[in-house]
């Protein structure tokens, strides 16, 4: 369990420390990230099926296209995720003069997604959960289709269970933020009042947004 | 003097003898007076006839019956086969039973006293008033328009266009399909020209004919007549008319809500107003039904529902109940389209409308997370 994913999720100082002895190494974080995005392609499948019943017979092909398109963004998304936190961790921490390569900072932030796999899963169950029970009225316009999605942003938004799937989604962000403190600790060279701000000032107003647009909700 | 003057003066004194005055007889017994009750009677009816006879003259006379005949006013009875003596300055009343048989008119009964000992008879023809005539009735106040179950004032006026006072006249609703408050009016003598009002409250319950029947006396004869009102089912010009408008349907979790304002665009208030989303759509929290309250005429009123339907249903009846000032209930609806609108997810929620299986996995998550958190700060 030393280097294991349990450790990273338990005790992921240890964990960093340890790898702090070690090359860095971006094939197991690229794996998690592409766990991840694969488990956003297979949430989009719900809304794609909705989509598919609401277009005419004739036009099935195009919701096929439009259903491949999003399973294809949702997967890069995973990739795409990874990376942009990398790289915003990298330039804060700066801010607190850190020391380290990006690739080590890519590597550690990489970890620290695990959660997300978790919160992906999840998030996927909310999410047929949410849309299993749709019931798709006849449409025979492009304004109905307009209107019905719409509607179904509105109910998607107002839910309470899109409104709970926000809530443990958050949860696994402050995870991972948890990861990501002891990730910079070491990828960084940071104390760990400097790590935890780190972490904390982008995570934070991430989550300060989800949780005004929640509030918003509720 | 010639034989033939002498039957000549002998026929005229035996002419004289025959058709001379009752007061020829025991020449001074007259009738003072007669009258009948009622004083004018109707075809069939039964009255009293009353006369009086007194002795003028200084001496007794010897009466030996009394008696009354005549065509179309006809005396049930004689009382009188044996009168007796009627003193000087003495007078006595005859009182028959007569009925009225003949049509209208002025029938002449005559009045007949036989005196004893070969002195002849009075004869006294009496005048009695026969008119068919009833009490009139009308109805002088009613609704428009009549609606089931819907409590409307009737107003009679009962007229007496006969001669003679009506007694005891009362009105009586009668018929079937209705009640009726209350059951009968009583308004009691008539003078003629005279006329009298009875005001009922009737609430009909299938469209019938309510007759109202006026009963009057005539003396000792009860009579009727009757006045029918026909009550069909209309529409009252003046009652409550809420309109449904500025209908906003928005999908929610679980179903539809409605957001509209309903006005009241009728003459008179709709109280107790009660919204709510009728069949095929269900029902369901928080605004299964809203309750609006009195509506008075040209105000309006805000009012939300919610509601979920099954399958493909693309419009539901939006159904508004009120009652009017008598408590009759009234019912209208509307239909609104969900159309594309529609969205709505099915019911996910447990006890009471919120998700609790997701509400467990958030606590877990959450426990979950922060003993991680905190195991992962404790082993450094």
């Known amino acids: 369990m030393d280097t294991g994913f349990l450790r990273v999720l338990l005790d992921p100082g240890r964990f960093f420390e340890a790898r702090m002895q070690e090359k860095p190494s971006l094939k197991i974080p690229a ?17 794609a099926d909705i989509t598919m019943a609401m277009l005419p017979a ?39 003069k850190g020391q380290g390569d990006l690739e080590r900072t890519m590597e550690f932030t990489g970890y620290g997604l695990i959660p997300q796999i978790f919160g992906g899963i999840i998030g996927t169950y909310f999410s047929y959960q949410l849309l299993s029970g749709l019931n798709i009225p006849p449409m025979t316009n492009p304004e109905q289709m307009v209107e019905f999605s719409e509607n179904l942003v509105t109910i998607l938004t107002t839910d309470p269970l899109a ?13 991972s933020a948890n990861i990501w403190i002891f990730g910079m600790k070491y990828a960084r060279n940071l104390s760990t009042r400097d790590a935890v701000l780190t972490v904390g000032i982008p995570v934070g107003l991430y989550i300060l947004s989800r949780l005004i647009t929640l509030a918003g909700w509720l | 003097m010639k034989p033939l003057n002498v039957l000549i003066i002998s026929l005229l004194c035996a002419a004289i003898a025959f058709t001379a005055p009752a007061s020829a007889g025991p020449a001074d017994i007259t009738v003072v007076s007669s009258s009948l009750d009622p004083p004018v009677l109707m075809k069939g009816d039964t009255g009293t006839l009353t006369v009086v006879v007194q002795n003028t003259g200084a001496e007794t006379v010897a009466i030996r019956s009394a008696r009354l005949y005549g065509s179309g006013v006809v005396p049930l009875n004689e009382p009188y086969p044996s009168v007796g003596e009627l003193g000087a300055g003495n007078s006595k009343t005859f009182t028959f039973t007569v009925r009225a048989d003949g049509g209208e008119g002025t029938f002449y009964p005559t009045f007949v006293l036989d005196f004893r000992d070969g002195a002849g008879n009075l004869r006294y023809p009496v005048p009695v008033q026969v008119e068919n005539t009833p009490l009139s009735a009308s109805v002088i106040q009613k609704p428009d328009a009549f609606a089931e179950s819907r409590t409307a004032d009737i107003t009679v006026r009962v007229g007496n266009p006969r001669p003679n006072a009506a007694s005891g006249v009362q009105v009586v609703p009668q018929g079937s399909g209705f009640t009726v408050t209350p059951t009968g009016g009583f308004i009691g003598s008539l003078a003629p020209d005279a006329s009298g009002t009875v005001t009922f409250n009737l609430t009909p319950t299938a469209e019938t004919d309510v007759t109202f029947q006026v009963v009057w006396r005539n003396g000792i004869n009860t009579h009727t007549a009757d006045l029918v009102l026909p009550v069909a089912f209309g529409e009252d010009k003046k009652q409550a008319d809420p309109v449904i408008t500025n209908v906003e349907v928005t999908p929610i979790a679980g179903g539809y809500r409605i957001v509209g304002d309903v006005m009241n665009a009728g003459l008179e208030s709709a109280r107790s107003v009660v919204i709510s989303p009728g069949s095929p759509a269900t029902p369901i929290d928080p605004f299964r039904v809203y309750v609006v309250g009195t509506l008075d005429p040209d105000d309006i009123s805000s009012f939300e529902v919610t509601f979920k339907v099954n399958g493909t249903v693309t419009e539901i009846p939006v159904v508004v109940e009120y009652r009017d000032d008598d408590g009759n209930r009234y019912t209208a609806s509307m239909p609104v389209g969900l159309g594309g609108t529609a969205a709505p997810l099915e019911e996910q929620q447990e006890d009471g409308g919120f998700p609790i299986v997701g509400l467990l996995v958030l606590v877990l998550v959450a426990l979950g997370v922060a003993g991680a958190i905190y195991y992962s700060w404790k082993r450094t």
């Open chain 1, 58 to 96: 004739d036009m099935q092909g195009l919701g096929v296209i439009m259903m491949v398109i999003s399973a294809g963004v949702a997967f890069v998304g995973g990739l795409l995720a990874w990376v942009i936190c990398g790289f915003v961790l990298y330039l804060v921490s700066m801010i607190f």
């Open chain 1, 163 to 175: 409104q709970i799937a926000g809530l443990v989604s958050i949860l696994f962000i402050i995870w």
């Open chain 1, 31 to 47: 794996l998690i990230a592409l766990v991840i995005g694969l488990i956003g392609a297979v949430s989009t499948v719900p809304m």
